[in-house]
């Protein structure tokens, strides 16, 4: 089976402050590992996603997120905040060579604070 | 290529009154997904269709149904609505096949209220 925690349902921060959001994740086999955010009223889009190349991935928007085995571990993060990045972000696993269908994590509500 | 789309945006139904949302995928894709998102449970999954056929369901009552159709356009229907059923229903199609990583691409949803 597969697990997503995203710790913290909010997070604040003040416009160029650096953005982290955690993710922790639990699978018996290599994961991919992505991150999406949603605006209000709209779907989901994907930021970035882990699927077994480096384990620093690089995103839109400036967002990059490191995948790290050991802590089993992919949070998100952005050097400096800015009010167009305000949203909901989900963490999301599947399994490589398995199932198809990710597993979400809660989401994390980004505040950004002039 | 035009993204996902789904239709209608915005409906309004009473208790007991079934709902049917469409939606159309990415051209060549040929998995589509359901999802349930409510602010307390979150992403729920509903079911997969691929080539027609339901390859992954969620754990949802027998209220929740889908079909998928040979364009690969799919719908699900609702029967017997209940206030809980207030929600936004999220489609996703991804190729479906074996390079697929589980990326999904999603539409901007149909948005449920029953009263």
């Known amino acids: 089976a597969q697990s997503v925690t995203q710790l913290g349902s909010h997070v604040s921060v003040s416009e160029g402050a650096l953005v982290l959001l955690r993710c922790n994740y639990s699978s018996s086999v290599p994961p991919y590992l992505f991150w999406y955010v949603q605006y209000p009223n709209q779907g989901l889009q994907l930021l970035l996603k882990?699927?077994?190349?480096?384990?620093l991935v690089k995103g839109i928007n400036g967002f990059e997120a490191e995948f790290k085995k050991s802590e089993t571990s992919f949070h998100l993060t952005k050097p400096s905040a800015h009010m167009s990045d305000a949203a909901e972000y989900f963490c999301a696993v599947t399994r490589s060579g398995g199932s198809y269908i990710p597993t979400f994590g809660r989401g994390t509500s980004l505040i950004v604070h002039p | 290529k035009a993204g996902v789309t789904q239709t209608p945006r915005y409906l309004i139904k009473t208790r007991g009154q079934q709902v049917t949302l469409s939606c159309s995928p990415i051209?060549?894709?040929?998995?589509v997904s359901w999802y349930q998102q409510t602010p307390g449970q979150g992403l729920q999954f509903l079911f997969e269709y691929f080539s027609e056929t339901q390859r992954n369901k969620g754990n949802f009552p027998g209220r929740f149904s889908g079909r998928q159709f040979s364009n690969s356009r799919s719908e699900m229907n609702v029967s017997t609505l209940e206030l809980g059923d207030s929600a936004l229903y999220l489609c996703?199609?991804?190729?479906?096949?074996?390079?697929?990583?589980?990326?999904?691409?999603f539409g901007e949803g149909s948005r449920l209220t029953v009263l």
């Open positions: 996703a199609s991804s190729s479906g096949t074996g390079s697929n990583t589980g990326e999904l691409f």
């Open positions: 051209s060549g894709h040929r998995s």
């Open positions: 882990y699927t077994s190349a480096a384990t």
